[in-house]
């Protein structure tokens, strides 16, 4: 079992940008592929960006390409949210997730492991 504890989340203003870690720990993280989803109260949890760790492919929602941007390093066990131009709706809580699938959906369904979530609040 591998876990993950979130980082960066915070106040930020609209236009501003922030960046997430999320550090994997256990013996054997690298094996997983890690993702970033975000929830709003009443919401479910949406997928953003995943990152596979052994053939560094990466995805993102069609929602968030070009302003979010994931990567990871690998010789940290971390894997990065770059946000840029945040907006208000951006506002959430950022979830970092973990799966054994080399190539997982983007349902929460998917991932088997998570951090507790870190806020990020965008002021207009």
């Known amino acids: 079992q591998v876990q993950l504890v979130e980082s960066g989340g915070g106040l930020v203003q609209t236009g501003g940008s922030l960046r997430l870690s999320c550090a994997a720990l256990?013996?054997?993280?690298?094996?997983?592929?890690l993702a970033w989803f975000r929830q709003i109260p009443g919401k479910e949890r949406r997928f953003l960006a995943a990152?596979?760790?052994?053939?560094?492919?990466?995805w993102h929602h069609d929602s968030v390409k070009g302003r979010f941007t994931i990567s990871r390093d690998s010789a940290k066990s971390t894997v990065y949210l770059q946000m840029i131009d945040m907006q208000p709706e951006d506002t959430a809580v950022y979830y970092c997730?973990?799966?054994?699938?080399?190539?997982?959906?983007?349902?929460?369904?998917?991932?088997?492991?998570w951090g507790r979530g870190t806020q990020v609040t965008v002021s207009s």
């Open positions: 997730a973990a799966s054994r699938l080399l190539r997982p959906g983007t349902l929460a369904a998917d991932f088997g492991s």
């Open positions: 256990g013996p054997t993280s690298s094996s997983y592929t």
């Open positions: 990152a596979s760790w052994s053939g560094g492919f990466t």
